[in-house]
């Protein structure tokens, strides 16, 4: 069985977190990121890693980055 059919409805499989706040960061800058995710990573000094850190220990925040992730690549 190769890779892209072990999870064939998870969108999300093979994306890294750190692909995600990059497209995310990008898109929408940090500031934009802060106001539609409320998370102190995100208005506070924010950066990469400090975020991943954030949200590798932390689910429901990453449940949000992930949301809106599918949301900015649908449109």
Avoid at 15 to 44: M, N, P, Q, S
Avoid at 58 to 67: F, G, I, L, P, S
Wanted: charged share 30%; aromatic share 8%; with cysteine.
């Amino acid at each position: 069985m190769d890779k892209e059919n072990q999870q064939p409805n998870n969108p999300l499989h093979g994306i890294k977190l750190a692909d995600i706040l990059d497209h995310l960061v990008e898109k929408y800058g940090w500031e934009t990121l802060g106001e539609k995710i409320k998370i102190r990573c995100f208005t506070h000094d924010p950066s990469i890693n400090s975020s991943l850190k954030f949200l590798r220990k932390t689910q429901w925040a990453r449940d949000k980055v992930e949301q809106l992730y599918l949301r900015s690549i649908k449109k």
